[in-house]
């Protein structure tokens, strides 16, 4: 699967001040695979899905991007960003701006695509998350988890070839988790390369091609998830798996 | 649950009622608010007493005592009236020209009532949101009103266009006559409107030079209309201006002015570049950091002698100058304010989208951290109108100015007048001010739609 990444990650080091948050990550992601990143708090997961769109620097190593190199200096940042959509933990929609406006700013802006057209591509977006009724109205006035299935709409009006999910589910009322997952359960059925930092085992368990364990800024352990659940081959692994598997 | 279980099962959901009638209407307001506790009752007295001992007198001075009708001093005497004066209403009616005007000559007060009135028909309908055509009204406004306003008010006509312009910066002009102008302006119209062509007509099509062609029109319109080719109207010299009309010159072109330059000093210190960074500290904390006056001062008494022999500015001109950039270093904190307070994240949902600093800056955090602002930005709004008060000390006659000089008058020294005036003049200050303060809440209301659920 690994043949031809669409993600190349190469010895990949970050620090913040002196702080080694990042040490010597190696990752590749094929092209439809789905990847979900777990681990303690501070593993450096949200900062290693952060550097593959460039929205950290980092210091070593090499991040390749469907063919677009992304070095220490971040020169082709913009190439990068416009073929990944990132969600994020607390959605990050622009508040001022209804649902739809949202869905068609980066495409009208960057894509230089026609307002008629974007829009239509938008709503066709926020059907697929199943909200397409909510298209006028400003965030401030959705729950949660149709917030953040907005936030997945709007990435994915850019047609990127990558998405990253970070901790997309965390910041959700238990009762919405589940639609917002069921959102990117469906999205990697219809075949969409994606990287998903989580906490939920379950979802791992059902989406992932592959469970990347990372601790202290270090990939512990790559495996299926069957292998990963089942089997886990490092200590430290167990020890977490122990923690949050009850 | 009293008898003992403890299980309990809603059968039947509560309904939703209205609520009591003591605590809404007027009778819930007066016993919720005024009369709802020993302490609150007595303030509420006295707060109606205190009122009381504010209005009558105010009421008595201005209208009940006010004398209406009269042709001088004379009229305003309690000797002659019979009871005590309040305010003396026909030296206001007498000096009114003056107020508004200043020294502009009598004959050519149409102009400036000709720009107020422009003034007000463009600015009327850009206040009302439902009106449509922002942007054509807004660039009116914004572009074509102040130039216009300038060859209204002070008169004069233009020798050229912009070659002669260019040719007279690098010191080729050449002597200007009508049919020289209309060949300048000809030729820039063109060079402009292929320019527009060339770089829009392939994705926008038509539009933006038919929007060109219409714009040279228009322009030409009022160059003849005004006859800009040839003399123009007569000049009246700034010096002779006063009252109102420099007030509003003065503070609507600040407040304007100061927008874009506060805008641009936030953005460059809140920058990560160090140079533009530094700048914009140094400059916002030099205008900050210096009184008004000395900024008026400098520019009025102290400029001339810095600058070369036969160049000189306007005074009039140095005073707008100096105040757009005081307020604007002002504005640009309040600006900063409103630009730290959007999250983080909000920057890098754009970032993440692929969108530029620019287009980050222009369509994510500046319309919201101008939201957030609005207050604080029309606090130095009001602050600024009446702060143009203080050109007085440079020889320019504002409103307070222009009142000031008319006390001089013996004819009309009674014991009122001075109160007379100042009652007057302060109430068209509040009336501004109060203007600015409600619509900027109504402003506010309507931008923050998207933060009421």
């Not at chain 1, 959705?142 to 970070?166: C, E, H, T, W, Y």
């Not at chain 1, 988790?177 to 990287?195: R, S």
Request: with cysteine; hydrophobic share 50%; proline share 6%.
């Amino acid at each position: 699967m690994a043949d031809d990444p669409i993600i190349r990650i190469q010895s990949l080091n970050k620090w913040f001040g002196q702080f080694h948050v990042l040490r010597d990550v190696n990752l590749n992601v094929g092209r439809r695979e789905r990847i979900v990143v777990c681990g303690p708090s501070g593993s450096g997961k949200s900062t290693l899905i952060r550097c593959v769109n460039a929205l950290e620097e980092f210091q070593e190593g090499e991040i390749v991007v469907d063919g677009i190199e992304l070095g220490p200096r971040l020169k082709r940042v913009d190439d990068v960003r416009r073929e990944v959509g990132m969600v994020f933990q607390s959605f990050n929609l622009f508040p001022h701006l209804t649902v739809l406006d949202n869905c068609t700013l980066a495409p009208i802006w960057v894509r230089n695509i026609p307002k008629k057209q974007a829009e239509e591509t938008a709503m066709k977006f926020l059907e697929r998350v199943h909200i397409p009724d909510k298209a006028g109205k400003y965030p401030g006035q959705i729950s949660g988890g149709q917030q953040q299935r907005v936030a997945i709409a709007r990435a994915l009006a850019m047609n990127p070839k990558v998405m990253l999910f970070d901790e997309p589910t965390s910041a959700l009322d238990p009762e919405m988790v589940k639609e917002v997952l069921d959102t990117i359960v469906d999205l990697a059925d219809d075949g969409m390369t994606m990287i998903v930092v989580t906490h939920e085992m379950g979802f791992a368990r059902e989406v992932a091609n592959r469970v990347v364990f990372m601790d202290a800024g270090q990939v512990i352990e790559i495996n299926t998830p069957d292998e990963f659940f089942a089997h886990p081959q490092n200590e430290r692994t167990r020890q977490f798996l122990s923690q949050i598997l009850r | 649950m009293s008898d003992g279980s403890p299980a309990f099962v809603r059968t039947a959901l509560v309904p939703s009622r209205p609520p009591p009638v003591v605590t809404t209407g007027l009778a819930g307001f007066l016993r919720t608010r005024l009369f709802n506790s020993p302490f609150n009752i007595a303030l509420t007295i006295l707060c109606f007493v205190l009122l009381g001992l504010v209005i009558t007198p105010t009421v008595k001075f201005m209208l009940i005592d006010a004398v209406w009708h009269g042709s001088d001093r004379t009229a305003c005497l309690e000797s002659r009236v019979g009871h005590p004066v309040g305010a003396c209403w026909p030296f206001i009616r007498a000096k009114f020209a003056q107020l508004i005007y200043g020294f502009y000559p009598e004959d050519q007060r149409w102009r400036a009532n000709l720009t107020f009135a422009l003034a007000a028909l463009l600015l009327a309908p850009l206040l009302v949101p439902r009106i449509p055509g922002k942007a054509i009204n807004a660039a009116l406004f914004f572009v074509a009103f102040p130039f216009v306003a300038f060859f209204l008010l002070h008169g004069g006509g233009l020798n050229g266009f912009l070659f002669y312009w260019l040719a007279n910066a690098a010191g080729q002009a050449w002597e200007p006559s009508v049919v020289r102008f209309w060949i300048d302006f000809g030729l820039t119209a063109a060079v402009v409107i292929a320019g527009v062509a060339w770089i829009f007509a392939r994705r926008e099509g038509l539009r933006p030079v038919l929007l060109a062609v219409v714009a040279f029109v228009a322009t030409a319109a009022v160059i003849l209309s005004m006859h800009l080719d040839r003399e123009g109207l007569q000049p009246v010299d700034t010096r002779q201006w006063g009252g109102l009309l420099v007030t509003l010159v003065v503070s609507v072109t600040g407040i304007v002015a100061s927008m874009p330059i506060g805008i641009a000093l936030a953005l460059g210190r809140t920058s990560k570049i160090p140079v533009l960074k530094i700048t914009s500290v140094a400059f916002i904390e030099f205008w900050r950091g210096v009184p008004l006056i000395t900024v008026l001062f400098f520019a009025t008494y102290m400029l001339p002698l810095f600058l070369p022999g036969d160049f000189t500015i306007d005074a009039l001109v140095r005073v707008l100058v100096g105040t757009a950039l005081f307020a604007g270093a002002y504005n640009a904190e309040v600006i900063r304010g409103g630009l730290l307070a959007v999250p983080r994240g909000q920057t890098e949902a754009a970032n993440a989208l692929g969108l530029s600093y620019w287009k980050t800056t222009g369509l994510i955090m500046l319309p919201q951290a101008l939201r957030h602002v609005i207050p604080g930005l029309v606090n130095s709004f009001i602050a600024l109108f009446k702060d143009t008060t203080l050109v007085l000390i440079v020889a320019i006659f504002d409103l307070l100015g222009s009142l000031r000089a008319a006390f001089a008058d013996p004819n009309w020294a009674t014991p009122t007048t001075l109160f007379t005036g100042f009652a007057f003049t302060g109430l068209i200050y509040w009336v501004g001010c109060f203007g600015m303060s409600r619509y900027s809440l109504f402003v506010e209301r309507r931008l923050n739609a998207h933060r009421q659920t």
